[in-house]
Nanobody, 127 residues
Framework: QVQLVESGGGLVQPGGSLRLSCAASGRTFTGYVMAWFRQAPGKEREFVAA???????????YYADSVKGRFTISRDNAKNTMTLQMNSLQPEDTAVYYCAADPNTRNLRVGREYDYWGQGTQVTVSS
């Protein structure tokens, strides 16, 4: 059974940083796309970042324009974990952040392409 568990959310002031983690279990995630999505109150879920890896030492990262240059996604395949380093946080980054994974996404920016989801972790950016 695949399980994704997020951690690291919290309250931070504008301009601050947080680091989210996603621990995956239940299978080997080689070849899986792993991603972060977020959903703010009253808004639709939106893509934040994704990382692909098919073995070896090369992986590719993708970002939403709104977070490019501020957020960094990474994965540790040996530990089956993924992280999202978030810097220069702004109030508009406030949302519940979800970890997602899927072996066969056709469009990694689309949430419905992912079969596996975590329960979410709250990130609040406020002074």
């Amino acid at each position: 059974q695949v399980q994704l568990v997020e951690s690291g959310g919290g309250l931070v002031q504008p301009g601050g940083s947080l680091r989210l983690s996603c621990a995956a279990s239940g299978r080997t995630f080689t070849g899986y796309v792993m991603a972060w999505f977020r959903q703010a109150p009253g808004k639709e879920r939106e893509f934040v970042a994704a990382v692909t890896w098919s073995g070896g030492i090369t992986y590719y990262a993708y970002y939403a324009d709104s977070v490019k240059g501020r957020f960094t996604i990474s994965r540790d395949n040996a530990k089956n974990t993924m992280t999202l380093q978030m810097n220069s946080l702004q109030p508009e980054d406030t949302a519940v952040y979800y970890c997602a994974a899927d072996p066969n996404t056709r469009n990694l920016r689309v949430g419905r392409e992912y079969d596996y989801w975590g329960q979410g972790t709250q990130v609040t950016v406020s002074s």
